[in-house]
């Protein structure tokens, strides 16, 4: 789970933004796909480094011809999780949010810069 103070810093900018920690923490330990399902129905694209499990569901959602409310991906390495790098967190979905804002979101999968 990413931490809540990137959903609060970018509020600041403006930002419609949530996070499972700080507002939805009844998510917190539930299945992945429940997750996907939860934040489709809230319309709300989610923003995950566990590509492992996420990308299989986007796949299915595609094969099902199902449709999500976005997934943005980033990758590990080039943003940990940490305390120390949640102003990276901020910065790269602040940079993609600047990018996507009108953008439709369904069925959406992209990549962090």
Not at 7 to 13: E, F, G, I, K, P
Not at 73 to 97: E, M
Request: charged share 20%; net charge negative; with cysteine.
């Amino acid at each position: 789970m990413l931490d809540h103070q990137i959903a609060v810093q970018l509020r600041q900018r403006g930002w419609d933004v949530e996070s499972i920690q700080g507002d939805h923490s009844e998510l917190m330990g539930v299945e992945d796909a429940m997750v996907l399902e939860r934040a489709t129905a809230m319309g709300r694209s989610l923003v995950t480094d566990n590509v492992r499990h996420f990308m299989p569901l986007h796949e299915r959602y595609l094969s099902e011809h199902r449709t999500h409310a976005g997934l943005v991906f980033a990758d590990s390495r080039s943003y940990p999780r940490s305390k120390r790098t949640i102003g990276l967190w901020v910065q790269g979905l602040a940079a993609n949010l600047d990018s996507h804002a009108t953008a439709e979101t369904a069925n959406l999968c992209i990549w962090l810069p």
